[in-house]
């Protein structure tokens, strides 16, 4: 394992989806799927999302449509919450529903609506 890249990620992992999703990820893990939790930390938040290249903005919107379209919804809602941490504001989420609607079907779009108005209702009571 490469350490800076792992700790690079780990920071950004949190960054994106909260300290406490994070550590609670890593409470959990056991022998079987630390490595795994180690695998994700060092290469896709050290790797990619520590790619500057992209913002972290920019990566998030990536990830909705590529999780949108591979129908991966508990993973989609879990990087809608980072994409509003990143700054994507509720206008920008309706034109991205809107492309996925579009490009990954009806189905899709009424899904990740679904997930979105859940969420914007969560934040509106919380203040979050």
């Given at each position: 394992m490469d350490?800076?890249?792992w700790e690079r990620g780990l920071a950004k992992r949190k960054e994106v989806l909260g300290t406490e999703y994070v550590e609670s990820s890593y409470a959990s893990a056991d022998a079987f799927n630390r490595p795994f939790q180690d695998l994700i930390t060092e290469y896709a938040w050290g790797g990619i999302w520590g790619d500057e290249r992209l913002s972290k903005r920019e990566h998030s919107l990536v990830n909705l449509?590529?999780?949108?379209?591979?129908?991966?919804m508990h993973e989609?809602?879990?990087h809608f919450r980072g994409a509003i941490r990143n700054g994507v504001t509720k206008d920008e989420m309706q034109a991205i529903l809107h492309q996925i609607t579009v490009?990954?079907?009806?189905?899709?779009?009424v899904e990740c609506f679904r997930i979105?108005?859940?969420i914007y209702a969560e934040i509106e009571k919380t203040g979050e």
């Amino acid at each position: 394992m490469d350490k800076k890249l792992w700790e690079r990620g780990l920071a950004k992992r949190k960054e994106v989806l909260g300290t406490e999703y994070v550590e609670s990820s890593y409470a959990s893990a056991d022998a079987f799927n630390r490595p795994f939790q180690d695998l994700i930390t060092e290469y896709a938040w050290g790797g990619i999302w520590g790619d500057e290249r992209l913002s972290k903005r920019e990566h998030s919107l990536v990830n909705l449509g590529m999780l949108a379209g591979l129908n991966r919804m508990h993973e989609w809602e879990l990087h809608f919450r980072g994409a509003i941490r990143n700054g994507v504001t509720k206008d920008e989420m309706q034109a991205i529903l809107h492309q996925i609607t579009v490009y990954c079907g009806a189905p899709a779009g009424v899904e990740c609506f679904r997930i979105a108005r859940q969420i914007y209702a969560e934040i509106e009571k919380t203040g979050e």
